[in-house]
C-alpha cells in the first residue's frame, strides 16, 4: 500500500508507460518525416573550390616582425605534414602572417592545424585557418560522463540519454526546420512539447512529481514565449547582433534572424525553466512524505519558502551565466563613454539585457506555479 501512495498504482502506472510510449512513438513519427522532407528540399550546392585538411606543424622556417598600422606582426614560414585530407602524407609549406589581420596567432613545431587547401595556382589560397581541438574536447567529454555516472549512477546514465535525446531534437529535427524557412519560434515550441515529457521521465522517472513539473514547464515556456511576442515587437530587434548571423543571412536569405534569435533566447529560458520546476516539485513531495498531515496550504507555503531561496540563486546563477557569456560586451559597456542611457540602447547590448531579463522573470513565475500545483496535487495523494 505504500508503493500505491508514493505513485499511480499498478494499473496507473502500467496506462502512464502506456501513453508515454505512444507520444514518443508520435513525436518521432512525425519530426522524423518532417527532418526528412527538409532534408529532400534542401537545394545541393557546387562543392568548393578548396579543400578543408589538417596536419601538423614539423618545422618553422622562418620567423621574422615587420609593422602594419604602427603595430608588430609576426609572419612565420611554416613546413606541415597533412595527416587528413586528399594529400595525406604530404609535406606542403604556408605562410602565416604575412597579411594585416588583428589577431596574429603564432605557431610550433608539433602544434595540429587546420588548413585551407587551395587546389588552384594561387598559393595565398592555402592557408592556416585554425587550431585542431577535438582531443581536448574529447577527453573533457569523456571526464563529464565519467563523473556524471560515477556520482549520479543510473539517473545519470538516464540524464545523459536525454541530454542525446535534446540534442537530436535540435540537430536533426529543429534546425534543418529552420533552413528550410519555418517560423523558428513555431517549430521550437512545437519540438518542446515533445522533448520535455521523454527528457523528463528519462531523467526523474515515470512519476507524479515529474508530470507536475512537465506540466509546469508546459506552462512556464508558453508565458515566455508570450512575453519574448509582445516585448521584441517593442524594442525592434533585427537579430544581426553577430557575425554568425551575417554569415548565415548571406548563406540563406530565407532564414528570419530576428525569430532565429528570439528562438535561442526560448531555448535558453527553458533550460532553466527545467531546473527550478523539477526542484520545487521534489521538495514540496519530500515535505508530503515527511508529514502526510500538512494541507495544500501548508505545503504550499512551506515550499514558497524553499522557492525562495531557489530564486535568489538561480537569478543570480542566470545573470552570471549571460554576463561571463557577454565579458566582450560588458568591457564595451564600461570602457564607453556615452551616457548609460544611450548605450543600453544599441542592440547587441539590449539584447542580452533582454535574454537575461526574460529567464530571470520565467524562473521566478515559475516558483509559485510549480509550488501551487505540486501542493494540490501531494495534499490529494493516498
Same mark, same amino acid.
Given at each position: 500500500?505504500?508503493?500505491?501512495?508514493?505513485?499511480?498504482?499498478?494499473?496507473?502506472?502500467?496506462?502512464?508507460?502506456?501513453?508515454?510510449?505512444?507520444? &514518443?512513438?508520435?513525436?518521432?513519427?512525425?519530426?522524423?518525416?518532417?527532418?526528412?522532407?527538409?532534408?529532400?528540399?534542401?537545394? $545541393?550546392?557546387?562543392?568548393?573550390?578548396?579543400?578543408?585538411?589538417?596536419?601538423?606543424?614539423?618545422?618553422?622556417? *622562418?620567423?621574422?616582425?615587420?609593422?602594419?598600422?604602427?603595430?608588430?606582426?609576426?609572419?612565420?614560414?611554416?613546413?606541415?605534414?597533412?595527416?587528413?585530407? @586528399?594529400? !595525406?602524407?604530404?609535406?606542403?609549406?604556408?605562410?602565416?602572417?604575412?597579411?594585416?589581420?588583428?589577431?596574429?596567432?603564432?605557431?610550433?613545431?608539433?602544434?595540429?592545424?587546420?588548413?585551407?587547401?587551395?587546389?588552384?595556382?594561387? @598559393?595565398?589560397?592555402?592557408?592556416?585557418?585554425?587550431?585542431?581541438?577535438?582531443?581536448?574536447?574529447?577527453?573533457?567529454?569523456?571526464?563529464?560522463?565519467?563523473?556524471?555516472?560515477?556520482?549520479?549512477?543510473?539517473?545519470?546514465?538516464?540524464?545523459?540519454?536525454?541530454?542525446?535525446?535534446?540534442?537530436?531534437?535540435?540537430?536533426?529535427?529543429?534546425?534543418?526546420?529552420?533552413?528550410?524557412?519555418?517560423?523558428?519560434?513555431?517549430?521550437?515550441?512545437?519540438?518542446?512539447?515533445?522533448?520535455?515529457?521523454?527528457?523528463?521521465?528519462?531523467?526523474?522517472?515515470?512519476?507524479?512529481?515529474?508530470?507536475?513539473?512537465?506540466?509546469?514547464?508546459?506552462?512556464?515556456?508558453?508565458?515566455?514565449?508570450?512575453?519574448?511576442?509582445?516585448?521584441?515587437?517593442?524594442?525592434?530587434?533585427?537579430?544581426?547582433?553577430?557575425?554568425?548571423?551575417?554569415?548565415?543571412?548571406?548563406? *540563406?536569405? $530565407?532564414?528570419?534572424?530576428?525569430?532565429?534569435?528570439?528562438?535561442?533566447?526560448?531555448?535558453? $529560458?527553458?533550460?532553466?525553466?527545467?531546473?527550478?520546476?523539477?526542484?520545487?516539485?521534489?521538495?514540496?513531495?519530500?515535505?508530503?512524505?515527511?508529514? &502526510?498531515?500538512?494541507?495544500? !496550504?501548508?505545503?504550499?507555503?512551506?515550499?514558497?519558502?524553499?522557492?525562495?531561496?531557489?530564486?535568489? @540563486?538561480?537569478?543570480?546563477?542566470?545573470?552570471?551565466?549571460?554576463?561571463?557569456? *557577454?565579458?566582450?560586451?560588458?568591457?564595451?559597456?564600461?570602457?564607453?563613454?556615452?551616457?548609460?542611457?544611450?548605450?543600453?540602447?544599441?542592440?547587441?547590448?539590449?539584447?542580452?539585457?533582454?535574454?537575461?531579463?526574460?529567464? *530571470?522573470?520565467?524562473?521566478?513565475?515559475?516558483?509559485?506555479?510549480?509550488?501551487?500545483?505540486?501542493?494540490?496535487?501531494? &495534499?490529494?495523494?493516498?
Amino acid at each position: 500500500m505504500r508503493e500505491v501512495r508514493k505513485g499511480y498504482g499498478t494499473m496507473g502506472l502500467t496506462r502512464m508507460r502506456t501513453l508515454n510510449t505512444f507520444i &514518443a512513438l508520435v513525436c518521432l513519427i512525425v519530426f522524423l518525416n518532417l527532418s526528412l522532407v527538409a532534408h529532400a528540399q534542401t537545394p $545541393s550546392t557546387t562543392p568548393p573550390a578548396d579543400e578543408t585538411l589538417e596536419g601538423t606543424i614539423t618545422k618553422v622556417i *622562418s620567423q621574422k616582425d615587420f609593422m602594419v598600422d604602427k603595430k608588430k606582426q609576426t609572419e612565420q614560414k611554416l613546413e606541415l605534414i597533412i595527416t587528413d585530407g @586528399s594529400i !595525406k602524407g604530404k609535406k606542403i609549406i604556408v605562410e602565416n602572417g604575412n597579411m594585416a589581420t588583428t589577431n596574429n596567432q603564432l605557431y610550433a613545431v608539433g602544434d595540429q592545424v587546420v588548413v585551407n587547401y587551395g587546389k588552384g595556382q594561387d @598559393s595565398n589560397a592555402t592557408y592556416i585557418t585554425d587550431h585542431v581541438r577535438r582531443q581536448p574536447l574529447l577527453i573533457l567529454s569523456f571526464i563529464f560522463v565519467l563523473l556524471v555516472i560515477a556520482i549520479g549512477r543510473l539517473k545519470g546514465f538516464t540524464s545523459l540519454i536525454s541530454l542525446a535525446v535534446s540534442f537530436f531534437f535540435i540537430m536533426q529535427m529543429i534546425l534543418p526546420q529552420i533552413q528550410q524557412g519555418t517560423d523558428p519560434i513555431v517549430i521550437v515550441i512545437l519540438a518542446s512539447l515533445f522533448i520535455i515529457p521523454i527528457t523528463f521521465y528519462l531523467s526523474h522517472g515515470l512519476n507524479k512529481k515529474t508530470t507536475i513539473a512537465i506540466i509546469a514547464t508546459f506552462v512556464s515556456l508558453i508565458t515566455a514565449g508570450a512575453f519574448i511576442a509582445v516585448f521584441s515587437r517593442f524594442l525592434y530587434f533585427t537579430g544581426f547582433t553577430s557575425d554568425e548571423a551575417s554569415f548565415l543571412q548571406v548563406m *540563406s536569405g $530565407s532564414i528570419n534572424m530576428k525569430d532565429l534569435m528570439l528562438a535561442g533566447i526560448l531555448i535558453g $529560458s527553458l533550460g532553466a525553466i527545467n531546473d527550478i520546476t523539477v526542484s520545487q516539485a521534489a521538495v514540496i513531495f519530500q515535505l508530503r512524505e515527511a508529514n &502526510a498531515k500538512l494541507t495544500w !496550504k501548508e505545503l504550499y507555503k512551506k515550499g514558497m519558502n524553499v522557492g525562495q531561496d531557489h530564486i535568489g @540563486s538561480m537569478v543570480n546563477t542566470l545573470v552570471l551565466v549571460y554576463a561571463g557569456a *557577454s565579458l566582450p560586451l560588458l568591457l564595451l559597456f564600461a570602457n564607453n563613454q556615452k551616457p548609460f542611457g544611450q548605450v543600453i540602447n544599441f542592440e547587441i547590448i539590449a539584447v542580452e539585457v533582454f535574454r537575461t531579463l526574460i529567464g *530571470s522573470i520565467i524562473l521566478v513565475l515559475a516558483v509559485p506555479f510549480t509550488s501551487l500545483l505540486a501542493a494540490v496535487v501531494a &495534499a490529494r495523494s493516498r
